[in-house]
């Protein structure tokens, strides 16, 4: 099955800067890339995804970069605020699958 | 629009009991996935029900089952609890027409801790 590798598993940033997420996935059929936020006694929020037929993509102070040949991903967090410390989640499916395969997520704390 | 509700937010029982969680899926949703998520760990994907049917299932042993009602809610049971089933249980609802990739959303999940 698919195997979803994050890094780094914690992250303290000053307010202000940008925090960077990467992980890696197994199958090379997974066409589906989703980042979720989980804040505490929360569940998973999604906050950008991306398709494979993409290779980025940008909402405001998020982007998220696929690349297909090596099989990595990454989360940019431009300007960190307060608000933005949670745990990431990155996660891959395959098209023709009805699963999401996470990674173990990235604790992010913004330190102000 | 309410979204995926789940209950009940926390439970705690002890170790060879059995234990039901409930989930509603957002309105219009018709497909609900159950996950399990270990603390410090990313969601594991336990089943999916669509149609009141199992329509896939993750790495669980058959101490894990559900069912999903023609209403669209669903239910997971777990039985013979054992102190690894501890976890942060999480009900997504979808739409099965629009696929993974648009709409699935998770609710708050239930908090089960067992003794």
């Known amino acids: 099955g698919e195997n979803v590798e994050q890094h780094p598993s914690t992250l303290s940033v000053q307010e202000g800067d940008s925090a960077v997420i990467k992980c890696t996935y197994s199958?090379?059929?997974?066409?589906?890339f989703p980042w979720y936020k989980q804040e505490l006694g929360k569940g998973p929020q999604l906050i950008i995804d991306?398709?494979?037929?993409?290779g980025e993509k940008k909402d405001q102070r998020i982007a998220v970069t696929l690349n297909k040949t090596a099989k990595h991903f990454s989360l940019h967090i431009t300007e960190t605020q307060p608000e933005d410390s949670a745990v990431y989640f990155c996660?891959?499916?395959?098209?023709?699958?009805?699963?999401?395969?996470f990674g173990a997520g990235t604790t992010v704390t913004v330190r102000a | 629009d309410a979204g995926v509700t789940q209950s009940p937010t926390h439970l705690i029982k002890t170790r060879g009991q059995q234990v039901t969680l409930r989930c509603s899926p957002k309105?219009?949703?018709?497909?609900v996935s159950w996950y399990q998520q270990a603390l410090g760990q990313g969601p594991q994907f336990i089943f999916q029900?669509?149609?009141?049917?199992?329509?896939q299932r993750g790495n669980f042993p058959d101490r894990f089952s559900g069912h999903q009602f023609p209403n669209y809610s669903s239910e997971l049971n777990v039985n013979a609890l054992l102190l690894g089933d501890s976890a942060l249980y999480l009900c997504?609802?979808?739409?099965?027409?629009?696929?993974?990739?648009?709409?699935?959303?998770f609710g708050s999940g239930t908090r089960l801790t067992v003794v």
């Open positions: 997504a609802s979808s739409l099965a027409g629009w696929g993974i990739d648009y709409g699935y959303t």
């Open positions: 199958d090379s059929a997974s066409n589906y």
């Open positions: 991306i398709r494979s037929n993409v």
């Open positions: 996660a891959a499916s395959l098209g023709s699958d009805y699963k999401l395969s």
């Open positions: 309105s219009g949703h018709d497909t």
């Open positions: 029900y669509y149609e009141e049917e199992e329509r």
